[in-house]
Nanobody, 125 residues
Framework: QAQLVESGGGSVQAGGSLRLSCAAS????????MAWFRQAPGKEREFVAV????????RYRDSVKGRFTITKDNLKNTVYLQMNSLRPEDTAVYYC??????????????????WGQGTQVTVSS
């Protein structure tokens, strides 16, 4: 059974950095778009970043552009989210997801059929 497992979350002060990892097991997601979403308390899960199935195109939500970077290591079957210059408003549970999509469709969480369990990121001011 395919499984996505996130790690790397934690607590940092504003301006700090974290790198989240999402390890896939049970199958490879080489031909899947890989994405990160996040959900803050009392809010809906929102798109953060996506890497297309080719690994050559990325999209980010506006508030994280220039601060977050999504990458993938196919040999390790792992996706990363490097988060720099963190802000208190970045506090949320971050989820990794895999799906079959292209273009702006990949911003829709309903497209993604495989999800990890989430990892907490807390940014204090």
């Amino acid at each position: 059974q395919a499984q996505l497992v996130e790690s790397g979350g934690g607590s940092v002060q504003a301006g700090g950095s974290l790198r989240l990892s999402c390890a896939a097991s049970g199958r490879t997601f080489t031909n899947y778009a890989m994405a990160w979403f996040r959900q803050a308390p009392g809010k809906e899960r929102e798109f953060v970043a996506v890497l297309n199935f080719n690994g050559n195109r990325t999209r980010y939500r506006d508030s994280v552009k220039g601060r977050f970077t999504i990458t993938k290591d196919n040999l390790k079957n792992t996706v990363y989210l490097q988060m720099n210059s963190l802000r208190p408003e970045d506090t949320a549970v971050y989820y990794c997801a895999a799906g079959v999509c292209s273009g702006y469709a990949c911003l829709d969480r309903r497209i993604f059929g495989s999800w990890g369990q989430g990892t907490q990121v807390t940014v204090s001011s």
